[in-house]
Every structure is written in structure tokens, then in C-alpha cells.
């Protein structure tokens, strides 16, 4: 309930101040977010080892509930100057970095990269996109059966969304539900496709 989750946050702020000091500032930025400002961290592998540190001191059951409580924290990490030479350049950087580890390697920290640059314009477009589409036109959904191999028959089918965008052509699921889901898109797209799963469903 909210006063666990309360009391989680305030133990998880407890974890956190101890790596605060004259060159590392941590703040909660709301919710479940919290910045992290390190002054002179030096190359990405002093930043990583903050992380990681960060990383695992979070991962240890917290003993303050009645039951064990665990957690995970995945760190996004942007260096002044080389990521952005402004705190909105540095603090979206920081953001994506973030995103990018919760989608490929939850749990640890991640700097942010060159290469993420282009991600970053790809999701732009991405999302530029899924602002315009038809959705009702545009989304369909395709059914994978989930098999009882002792009956071998199907008992049930999981419903996956595809979009074929007039000007991106198919694009992966993992592309744009990540997209929408960063964004407020995902609450446009989940009643077009609930809605024409049922209306598959009825047909059946």
C-alpha cells in the first residue's frame, strides 16, 4: 500500500545519503526518481563504480517490514561536456541512459553514449509518427496460441500489437510500445487494441 511505499521511499533516501558528500549531490526528483549531481567524477569508469555501488546497495533486502522487501535501481549517467553542455541536454541524456539499462540491463548503471544519439532521433520520429497514425487504420493485433502439450491443443492465445505506419512501414512491437510507454501515448493505444481484440474474440 502507499505508507509502505512511503516508508520504502524514506530507507531507500536513507541508502542514498550515504554517498552523498562535497562532490556528490542526490536529490528526489518525485515518485520513485532520484538525481544524482557527482562533481569531477573523472571518465566513465568512476561513474560506473558509483553506480554500481549505488546499484548494490539498493539491491539488499530492506529488514524495516514485516516481510523482506528487495529492490532493484537502474542508474543513467551523463558526462559534462561530451552527453550535452546544458542541464536539459545532460538531465534528457541522463533519462535516456536510464531507460536504455531498465530496457537492457535492469539493475545496473549505464553512461550515455553516442550511439544513443541516434536511438533518441529514431524515438523522436517514432513518436511523431504514432501522434498522427490512424491507430484504428494503422494497429492490428495477431494472436499466438499458448498450447497444453499434454492435450496438445490450444487453450488460450496471448493478442500482440503490430503497426504498419504509412511512412515507417512495420514497425517492431519492442520500438514502438517503448515509445508510446515513455510517453502518453500507450493510454490512446491500449483501448484501439483491447478493443479490436474483443471484437476478434466475439467472432470466435
Request: proline share 5%.
Amino acid at each position: 500500500g502507499h505508507t509502505a511505499g512511503d516508508r520504502l521511499l524514506v530507507v531507500v533516501s536513507e541508502r542514498l545519503r550515504a554517498f552523498a558528500s562535497d562532490t556528490v549531490s542526490i536529490a528526489r526528483l518525485g515518485g520513485d526518481e532520484f538525481g544524482i549531481l557527482a562533481r569531477s567524477p573523472g571518465d566513465d569508469s568512476g561513474v560506473l563504480d558509483l553506480g554500481e555501488r549505488i546499484c548494490a546497495t539498493l539491491r539488499d533486502p530492506f529488514a524495516e517490514f514485516s516481510a523482506t522487501v528487495s529492490v532493484s535501481a537502474s542508474v543513467g549517467f551523463a558526462l559534462f561536456p561530451q552527453a550535452g553542455r546544458t542541464r536539459e541536454q545532460l538531465f534528457e541524456r541522463a533519462d535516456y541512459a536510464m531507460y536504455h539499462g531498465k530496457q537492457r540491463r535492469r539493475g545496473c548503471p549505464v553512461v550515455f553514449d553516442p550511439c544513443h544519439e541516434a536511438e533518441i532521433r529514431n524515438n523522436s520520429v517514432t513518436e511523431r509518427c504514432l501522434r498522427a497514425a490512424d491507430l484504428e487504420a494503422e494497429l492490428s493485433v495477431h494472436f499466438q496460441p499458448v498450447f497444453d502439450a499434454a492435450r496438445n491443443r490450444p487453450i488460450a492465445f496471448e493478442a500482440l500489437a503490430r503497426w504498419t505506419s504509412p511512412e515507417l512501414g512495420p514497425v517492431a512491437p519492442n520500438i514502438f510500445i517503448a515509445v508510446a510507454e515513455r510517453s502518453d501515448l500507450v493510454t490512446r493505444i491500449t483501448p484501439t487494441l483491447l478493443r479490436k481484440a474483443l471484437a476478434a474474440a466475439k467472432i470466435w
